[in-house]
């Protein structure tokens, strides 16, 4: 019989204190230190390089300060608005930015720049290469452009040790290395595997091993909801290769 996991918690909330800066160091030190309202702030990189860290985190200080914070993802619904007393607003994914969405959050860009409101927003890729209305573009390139980098496999491993550490896992080197070769190394996915193996870990009263996390995989099967967190993991005669 299976044991019923007990949650741990949430996650730690995105901060500027928990974020492994890498190569980002300078995108963290003028957010910390950004004195509102100033010039617009544009985050741009692949996966899981901390765009969407370093605007929450960014988001919590503002509110943590008592003021006003407005969110908008590309997937939500309009209208967008500002609501009253907001002092920043932040657009997650703008590359994903339909005609509507542009138009949306171009206006919010004049909006803000009329009532003294910070923008920050995040993509994948820089400004001039956006898919979006030449007007917005120029917008999101006006201020300050930080191109984000992906972790270095060390600062990999010290984010997936440090979460590790916080849910009680032991994590082997064999255990890492198999993460690290064999799967994409967007470490939003990476987390996510993790916090599947730690919850099936638990359920079977074993630790973590690399053939506990193989008997995971099997068992889950190719309906996995969550395909694009896990890659194909080459047949054992085969050398991995990191992505």
Sequence with gaps: ???????????????????????NAAALQHLRALVLPA?????????????????????????????????????????WTLPPGAALACIDRCERLDTDAQHAAFSLFVEAASQGVQMAAAGTLPPVDLPLRDDLRTRLAWGHVFALQPLADPETRAVLRREADRRGILLSDEVMNHLLTRFERDLSHLMRLLDRLDRFALANARPVTVPLLRQMLQEEGAGTSDTAAVATEPPAAQPAHAR
């Design 39 to 79: 010039a617009p702030v544009y985050l741009w990189g692949p996966a899981g390089s901390g765009k969407t860290h370093l605007l929450r985190a960014l988001a919590a200080r503002i509110q943590d300060e008592g003021q006003g914070v407005a969110w908008f993802d590309a997937a939500d619904a309009l209208p």
């Design 1 to 23: 019989m299976k044991q019923i996991p007990l949650a741990i918690g949430p996650e730690p909330a995105p901060r500027f204190d928990n974020f492994l800066p890498g190569a």
